[in-house]
């Protein structure tokens, strides 16, 4: 091998050797460093804790509680001075970490409070210009920055924000969608169902998860918003509306709902409806069901007889034991477990089957006497 | 005829020269997408928010498997810290794989267990399952224990999934130390993308670390070298290997010690395969191979969240055993798979993912360890090129060292567990170590497993399993 | 003589905003931030009352309570729960252990002022 080639490859080689060497020592120095840093952040978010709290315990006079806005208003600004003049100390870089720390602290405190504190806490957000910060922050072009304004801007309950909010329902980048989404809700209550349910592209598991605990939340005022957005063509926010409904337990939406049960929809929704029927527990569905029992989707007649058990039809014993004998083994399980739970007919029918002379039906009705797992799991 | 082995030799050193700084490059590529993967990671876990995944109706069940063999002395604390995880509804079905102690009677008399009825549909094919059993006391009323005959790890989690009817299930290895949240942080990507199959989970070496009823409760670094350098190897597999592949849907292994799947797509490939030691690749390999050859849209993501700690063999012996049988495993995987390798059809799995396992994890270590060889043999024909030697090993030790230590920084840079600068000192001081014989060490096992491997060597060697089990009684 | 009250939260902006809110009511106020410490103070100091989270890591303020009421000192000693989930099972569960009142998050600070007062109130007419 050349000398030559043999030096420039030694060269570069070492050369490497010590950038990952700087890169490794840098890495250290960097950590001690953030350590350091992290105490002092930790004192200064103690100091704001401190500074914050005292704003919002601070007694007002009841005449100034129940008069004026602008007097009340005027009040918590007196109150908010020493923190403002705090403010204006200091260099640019310390400011952006004082303002960051403020920030959080009042963040933090959004959580937990109610009340009058809770609406003086707002009117700092406002005051302390938080919230015009956050409206620009959602055109910004990184993705995480316009999540994270459109977060703060619902734990702030910034109303001056809804109209951003509502346009990032279509944001391309699916973080922002999903934090809107959060915020709208937290501002507006359930009342903002309608935009998410008809402008955001489609509401995944997820979503429908965090909306549902809203839901959960305000089910009166829920219910019309989705009444109607059983009629969107999104078929996820269709089914999110029905789950929520069944959830709910708001009887009347059965027909809507069975409409869906019919057929003529994607598979899953029917499904979702099917299952919707039972949960609702109205008899309004039975006729339904039981005809679906004999739909030649086997998917589609295992809801069906689940749902039959939850409402309790008695009349369904004779078709669901139809399903036990006809049904292959994973249908007869589902059908003998709707038998269970269908009255005292049902139970009786399934002591039969337990002891009676076909060997597998013997063993499927013990499984569904030990094994009683709740439908629908 | 002399000339013609030094040439022979010679040849080979510039090639493995070239051959590991392809791999320098392969894997500062990789470690440029696992940083941004990390990044983008992190950002939406500070947007992330789980009270609702924990109160919802909505929130789907899961099924945690967990095969156990030969556990008494730790089983009782596994299932009673594994039953308390923080997550709205799931089952935990341990799988009693014809254990010879007295695995199954410890765990029927703390559960008050009885035997239920229950069905037993065999959906994957399985060695027969003996008995079930269920707790006579509410309090565990989601613990499900299945007994069965022996029949390796992967047959037992076939059996698990045959019992398990919820939507996903979690294979766990029996001794994992889960976090509370880690449920719901493996779940989540399922639930926001309808495509997910499989995610897997990082899992980090609990060696050193302070443990209270089987939860890590303060990070720390064992005492012993070999548990630390292993730290530092599992960073590089995992964070900036595992992250990297995923960006391009191209992971290829989820560990045993924990990975979430929607059980309908493993049924529909037909469950793990009880034939290799190297089961947890294989399925991620086939569910790959099967998604891609139906053309069916599908994601397998990594989630980099710590949510699964392990206790990292100590002893030379348990941990030879341990590298020579997921050499093995790869080897399997590469045999039953090996249509995949550089092929179109199977986009970057095909085109990346296999060919990096092929030449650098699989056959890295035999070009190492001929260039050992190499200069072993001619340093005993006194033809030996100093600088060639030279070249040789500084360019292996940078490809050592650079990756470790970019492991290390993206640790650092993203979940920084080890809170103490000391600690960290010591990490990347390893990472620099450990190419001075330990890295060597793996390589011989790697190379021998090969000859093993020859041997048809199918079990997980029954000698290391009474080490396994005393190295798992052992807390640092 | 001022009522001594011991406040078991483990985020510091909350426990700051109780600490504050009581010393403005007059009481004297002892804070701590895990269930472990809580338990060990509450024997030592055996405070008029203890405002409880019960979300906290390690030990919830559920096992704090069951452990204070069953040690002989400090099971006379009245608790609020304060809880963040206002889950029925929960609430119910928190005043099956002993809870004498609890009050949920979000709360407002003069609510908080309010129950505690009246909390201690009935201590002492019980007493007398």
């Known amino acids: 091998m050349k000398s030559i080639e043999f030096l420039l490859l030694f060269a570069l080689t070492t050369a490497v050797t010590i950038v990952v060497v700087l890169l490794a020592v840098s890495l250290v120095i960097r950590k001690a460093v953030a350590v350091a840093r992290t105490l002092v952040r930790g004192k200064l978010y103690d100091i704001y804790t401190e500074a914050a709290a005292k704003v919002l315990l601070s007694e007002i006079p009841s005449e100034v509680l129940s008069g004026k806005p602008s007097e009340l208003f005027a009040y918590y600004d007196l109150l908010l001075q020493p923190i403002r003049s705090d403010l204006l100390e200091d260099s640019k870089a310390f400011l952006n970490q004082k303002r960051a720390t403020l920030k959080g602290v009042l963040l933090d405190f959004s959580q937990d409070l109610s009340g009058e504190a809770r609406e003086r806490l707002t009117y700092c957000y406002y005051a302390l210009g938080f919230v015009d910060e956050e409206i620009r922050r959602m055109r910004d072009r990184r993705w995480w920055v316009r999540a994270n304004a459109a977060r703060a801007l619902g734990r702030y309950r910034a109303r001056r924000g809804m109209f951003v909010l509502t346009d990032a329902l279509e944001d391309k980048r699916e973080e922002v969608r999903s934090q809107a989404m959060k915020s709208l809700i937290a501002l507006a209550g359930p009342e903002a169902l309608r935009d998410i349910l008809q402008r955001s592209k489609g509401i995944s598991r997820w979503h429908a998860i965090e909306l549902s605990a809203e839901v959960a939340k305000f089910k009166a005022e829920s219910v019309p918003l989705l009444l109607e957005a059983l009629s969107y063509s999104e078929p996820s926010a269709v089914e999110f509306a029905i789950e929520m409904l069944a959830e709910v337990g708001f009887v009347d939406a059965v027909e809507p709902i069975r409409k869906i049960a019919r057929g003529g929809v994607p598979a899953n929704l029917q499904l979702t409806a099917i299952e919707a029927l039972g949960r609702l527990g109205d008899t309004r569905g039975e006729l339904l069901l039981l005809q679906l029992t004999l739909d030649p989707n086997v998917h589609i007649r295992m809801k069906a007889m689940d749902a039959l058990a939850r409402i309790g039809t008695p009349g369904a014993a004779e078709f669901v034991l139809e399903r036990v004998a006809a049904g292959e083994l994973p249908e007869k399980i589902v059908a003998v477990r709707a038998l269970n739970r269908l009255g005292e007919r049902g139970r009786r029918i399934v002591r039969d089957l337990l002891n009676g002379s076909v060997p597998q039906l013997r063993s499927v009705a013990a499984h569904v006497i030990d094994f009683a797992a709740p439908v629908g799991t | ?476 | 003589m001022p009522e001594r009250i011991l406040v078991a939260e483990d985020q510091l902006h909350v426990r700051r905003l109780i600490e504050m809110k009581l010393k403005t009511l007059g009481y004297r106020v002892t804070t701590v931030e895990n269930g472990q410490e809580a338990i060990e103070i509450a024997t030592k100091i055996l405070p008029d009352l203890i405002l409880l989270d019960v979300m906290m890591p390690l030990m919830t303020g559920f096992e704090v309570l069951s452990r204070l009421k069953q040690h002989a000192k400090t099971k006379k000693i009245p608790v609020i729960l304060v809880t963040a989930q206002s889950k029925e099972e929960e609430i119910l569960h928190g005043l099956e252990l002993g809870a004498e009142d609890y009050i949920s998050k979000p709360f407002s600070p003069n609510e908080l002022g309010a129950r505690v007062k009246k909390v201690l109130a009935s201590r002492t007419t019980k007493d007398s």
């Open chain 2, 1 to 476: 005829m002399t000339g013609m082995l030094d040439f022979i030799l010679d040849v080979y050193f510039y090639w493995v020269i070239i051959y590991f700084i392809g791999v320098n490059i392969t894997y500062s590529i990789l470690l440029v997408f696992s940083y941004r993967e990390i990044a983008t990671y992190m950002r939406r876990q500070a947007l992330g928010d789980f009270r609702a995944l924990l109160q919802s109706e909505l929130t789907p069940s899961v099924s945690l498997l967990a095969p156990a063999f030969n556990e008494e002395a730790t089983i009782v604390e596994s299932i009673k810290s594994l039953l308390k995880l923080n997550y709205g509804k799931y089952e935990v079905v341990v799988i009693n794989d014809g254990s010879t102690d007295k695995t199954l009677e410890t765990m029927i008399g703390e559960f008050d267990l009885r035997e239920v009825r229950q069905l037993y549909i065999p959906t994957l094919s399985a060695r027969p399952v003996r008995c079930i059993y269920r707790s006579s006391s509410p309090e565990y009323g989601n613990l499900l224990i299945v007994d069965k005959e022996n029949g390796g790890k992967a047959d037992a989690l076939n059996v698990g999934i045959n019992v398990s009817s919820y939507e996903f299930f979690c294979a766990i290895d029996a001794d994992s130390l889960l976090e509370e949240d880690a449920l719901q942080r493996v779940v989540k990507p399922f639930l926001e993308d309808e495509r997910v199959i499989a995610t897997g989970g990082i899992v980090r070496i609990a060696n050193g670390c302070e443990i209270v009823n089987g939860r890590v409760v303060s990070v720390g670094l064992s005492r012993k070298l070999l548990p630390v350098f292993q730290v530092v190897e599992y960073f590089r597999a995992f964070l900036s290997g595992r992250m990297g592949w995923q960006s391009s849907n191209a992971l290829l292994i989820i560990s045993g010690a924990f990975g979430m799947f929607r059980r309908r797509a493993v049924v529909e490939a037909g469950g793990y395969n009880p034939a290799t030691v190297g089961e947890d690749m294989e399925l991620v390999a086939r569910l790959h191979r099967l998604h891609l050859e139906r053309k069916i849209p599908y994601r397998i993501v990594f989630v980099p969240d710590p949510v699964c700690w392990t206790q990292a063999p100590e002893t030379l012996n348990v941990l030879s055993a341990q590298r020579n049988r997921w050499h093995r495993g790869l080897m399997d995987v590469m045999k039953m798979h090996g249509v995949m390798l550089m092929n179109r059809r199977y986009g970057p799995v095909g085109r990346w993912a296999m060919p990096y396992f092929f030449f650098v994890e699989l056959l890295g270590p035999v070009f190492e360890f001929f260039g050992y060889a190499s200069i072993l043999v001619l340093a005993i024909r006194g033809s030996l090129d100093l600088q060639m030697v030279i070249l040789f090993f500084i360019v292996s030790l940078l490809y050592g060292v650079m990756f470790s230590v970019g492991a290390v920084l993206l640790e650092e840079l993203s979940f920084s567990r080890y809170p103490n600068p000391k600690h960290l000192a010591l990490l990347l001081a390893m990472g620099v170590l450990e190419n001075f014989g330990y890295r060597q060490m793996t390589v011989w096992w790697r190379v021998r497993s090969f000859y093993d491997y020859a041997r048809r060597k199918k079990d997980w060697g029954t000698m290391t399993r009474t080490e396994f089990a005393k190295a798992k009684s052992r807390i640092d």
